[in-house]
C-alpha cells in the first residue's frame, strides 16, 4: 500500500437491507440513484469509497415471487445466488449514470480467516481503488454456512475499513444511531452523538435488531465500531435515507453518533487487525484483574496464572475473547495453548504449572502473546 499522507482518503459505507429495499423487500432504486450521486460527491471531494451492501437474499425471494422469507439452507442460498446478480446489475447502473465503474467482491470468513487470503483479498480492494473502481462488497451467501458466515454485514463492513486502512466508515441503518436505550420501548431515550469508548454503559445501551429485514442489530453495531477505534478508524451511524448524510459525515458534519478515534492507543498491526476481525471467536478465558491490568496498564502478555476461568472449545492458534471476572470483554487474541490444557492450569501457581508434566509448557510460554492481543480499550 502506497503511503497514507500520499493517497486519497478512503471511506466505507455499509447499507443495511432495511435501508436498501422498500417495504416489500424490493430494490428501492430511488435510493440507489441517491447513492451514486452522493458517492460521486465525496469521490470529486478527494475520497476513494468501498460500499459494503446487503439484501442479495430479499432481491432474490423477490425476483423469484417467494413471499415469505424461508428457513431451508439451500433455498437461501439459492435466493442469494438469484438477488446477488440483480443487486449488481442494479449498482452498475444506477453508478454508471453517474461515469462510476463498479465491481463485485464477494467474501466469506474462509477467505480472511487465512492470513494468506486475507493479504490477497486488501491487495485486490486496493487495486480496484487505485483503478477509480467503487468496489461493491457483499458476503457470499450462496456458499456460506453458519461455521463460516461473518452473521451480519456490519462485522464484514469493519473487517473491509481495516483491510483498506479507512479513515472513515458510515452504517447505514434504518435508525439515527445509538440511543440510551432503546427508542421504541422507552420514550425517554435520547441519542447519544459521540461516542469516545466502548464500555459496559455502551454496550448495555445497545439492544437488538431494530427492524425484521436484516440480520445484524445495534449490538453488531457496536462490537465493530470497537475494533475500528482500536484500529484508529472513526465510525459514524446514521439514518441512511437522511438526506446527504453521506457527504456530511465525510465533511465531519454531525450525522448520528460517531464513534470517536483521535488516536491509536495500542499498536495496531496487520497481523493484529486479522486476529481481531479476520476470524470468528472460538471462547473465551476469564482473567483476574492483575492480569487485565498488566495487559491494559502494562503492556504484558496474558500467562497461565492470571486465568480464572476457560469458556468454549478452541484449540491452538484459535482466536479468543478475554473478559473479566464481571464478564466484560476487553481484548482479543490467538491461543498458544488449547482449552482442554488451559481448564487444567486454571487456579494454579507457577510453581504448580511448572511442576506438572502436562502443563510445564506453560510455566514460561504465554498464553496469548502481546503481539497476538488486541485490547479494545
Not at 417495504?23 to 476513494?48: C, H, K, M, P, T
Not at 442479495?56 to 415471487?65: H, K, V, Y
Not at 453518533?257 to 473465551?284: C, N
Not at 510445564?360 to 498464553?367: E, G, I, S, T, Y
Request: aromatic share 4%; hydrophobic share 45%; net charge negative.
Amino acid at each position: 500500500m502506497s503511503d497514507a499522507t500520499h493517497r486519497r482518503k478512503r471511506l466505507v459505507v455499509k447499507i443495511g437491507s432495511a435501508t436498501l429495499t422498500t417495504s416489500e423487500s424490493s430494490i428501492d432504486y430511488g435510493f440507489l440513484n441517491d447513492l451514486a450521486d452522493q458517492v460521486a460527491r465525496v469521490r470529486a471531494a478527494g475520497w476513494d469509497v468501498v460500499i459494503v451492501t446487503s439484501a442479495a437474499i430479499a432481491c432474490g425471494l423477490e425476483a423469484l415471487g417467494i413471499a415469505k422469507r424461508p428457513t431451508d439452507m439451500p433455498s437461501l442460498q439459492a435466493a442469494a445466488s438469484v438477488g446477488q446478480s440483480a443487486l449488481s446489475t442494479a449498482y452498475a447502473e444506477a453508478f454508471g449514470a453517474q461515469d462510476m465503474l463498479t465491481s463485485v467482491v464477494l467474501l466469506t470468513r474462509r477467505d480472511t480467516a487465512d492470513r494468506s487470503a486475507y493479504l490477497h483479498a486488501r491487495d485486490t480492494l486496493d487495486r480496484l481503488l487505485e483503478l477509480s473502481v467503487v468496489p461493491i462488497v457483499n458476503e457470499n451467501d450462496t456458499v456460506s454456512v453458519e461455521q463460516i458466515r461473518f452473521g451480519d454485514n456490519d462485522t464484514l463492513a469493519a473487517l473491509v475499513a481495516c483491510l483498506i486502512d479507512a479513515d472513515l466508515m458510515v452504517i447505514l441503518s434504518d435508525i439515527d444511531g445509538l440511543y440510551t436505550a432503546n427508542p421504541q420501548i422507552d420514550p425517554a431515550a435520547t441519542l447519544i452523538p459521540v461516542v469516545d469508548r466502548v464500555g459496559r454503559d455502551i454496550l448495555a445501551a445497545a439492544g437488538g435488531a431494530v427492524s425484521g429485514v436484516g440480520s445484524g442489530g445495534m449490538i453488531t453495531k457496536i462490537k465493530a465500531a470497537r475494533v475500528l477505534m482500536a484500529a484508529g478508524i472513526p465510525m459514524a451511524i446514521c439514518q441512511g435515507r437522511r438526506a446527504d448524510c453521506i457527504a456530511q459525515a465525510a465533511a465531519g458534519e454531525a450525522v448520528g453518533t460517531l464513534f470517536t478515534a483521535p488516536d491509536r492507543p495500542h499498536e495496531i498491526t496487520a497481523k493484529k487487525l486479522w486476529i481481531a476481525l479476520g476470524d470468528s471467536v472460538h471462547g473465551t478465558v476469564v482473567v483476574d484483574e492483575g492480569a487485565r491490568d498488566a495487559l491494559v496498564m502494562r503492556g504484558k502478555s496474558l500467562l497461565s496464572v492470571g486465568i480464572r476461568a476457560v469458556e468454549g472449545d478452541f484449540g491452538l492458534d484459535d482466536i479468543v475473547d478475554v473478559a473479566d471476572e464481571t464478564g466484560h470483554v476487553f481484548a482479543r487474541g490467538r491461543a498458544a495453548a488449547a482449552s482442554d490444557l488451559l481448564k487444567l492450569a486454571c487456579g494454579r501457581s507457577r510453581e504448580e504449572v511448572a511442576s506438572n508434566a502436562i502443563l510445564a509448557v506453560l510455566a514460561d510460554r504465554p498464553v496469548i502473546h502481546r503481539d497476538e492481543l488486541v485490547l479494545f480499550e
